[in-house]
């Protein structure tokens, strides 16, 4: 998050004013035209000490240390051609991003991956990030079978809701849920407006990962694949690929 606004505030301030307004947390409510995962790689080393949030916060959890040379796949998904446009450009001409405590950055290259066409109203998804989908009172709905008809209802509120905020109109059919091959998870995850209200370092957010089936109108279910699906897309969680 913290590379896609700085690339956005030298590309092109006023776009990144648009996606990200100045209105405290609140903000980091309003949708954004994308989605992104991040994959690391599998030789990686995982060790418990602290981290450094910011200046003033610090916890002790899991740190990942990656061998020498190997490199973070940064895969993000929009449906807004303004936003993947900077997006590009910022990274061919900054290749370095600090970050601060000692994280840098180093761009490596781009590569468009060619997306697939959904034809049918029915798609089997598989996670490339956590799902997060949520009642009206922020508490976690998973698509576990004792529980599918409360999930698809919020499912669908939650994206009548976004597809009206993006295109000006809702969704064009109910979408129906069904879980092949799912797994509760947890993610902590922090906002520099969520500590700054809560003084806590973190928030946790209850998802799902795995592989599940989705019918509906085949517009809408290409947008699900090109936006994400479920709540914080534009904080790295829903996005999916077609399996």
């Given at each position: ?22 209105q ?25 000490e ?26 993000i998904?929009s ?40 034809d ?27 529980n ?20 000006k ?23 520099s407006?969520?500590?700054q209200?809560?003084?806590k370092?973190y ?17 809408d ?23």
């Open positions: 998050m913290a590379l896609i606004k700085e690339i956005l505030s030298k590309q092109s301030p006023e776009y990144k004013k648009i996606l990200y307004p100045d405290g947390f609140s903000h980091s409510k309003k949708v954004k035209p994308f989605t992104f995962g991040i994959l690391m790689p599998p030789q990686r080393k995982s060790v418990k602290k981290i450094f949030i910011d200046e003033k916060t610090a916890v002790e959890d899991i740190v990942f240390y990656f061998p020498h040379n190997s490199y973070i796949s940064f895969l998904s449906i807004d051609y303004e936003f993947i446009i900077n997006l590009y450009n910022g990274l061919i001409e900054e290749k370095t991003f600090n970050f601060g405590n000692g994280i840098t950055l180093e761009y490596n290259r781009t590569s468009l991956i060619r997306e697939k066409k959904i049918h109203d029915e798609v089997i998804f598989k996670t490339i990030s956590p799902i997060l989908i949520e009642d009206e009172q922020e508490k976690p709905v998973l698509p576990f079978k004792n599918l008809e409360s999930f698809n209802f919020h499912l669908n509120a939650i994206h009548d809701r976004i597809f009206k905020d993006i295109r109109k809702g969704l064009s059919r109910l979408l129906k849920f069904e879980p092949l091959q799912i797994k509760k998870s947890v993610v902590k995850h922090t906002l407006g969520f500590r209200q809560t003084g370092p928030m946790m957010l209850t998802c799902f990962e795995g592989c599940f089936r989705v019918t509906g109108d085949k517009e279910l290409s947008l699900l694949y090109q936006m994400g699906i479920g709540l914080r897309t534009g904080q790295g969680f829903g996005m999916v690929d077609v399996v």
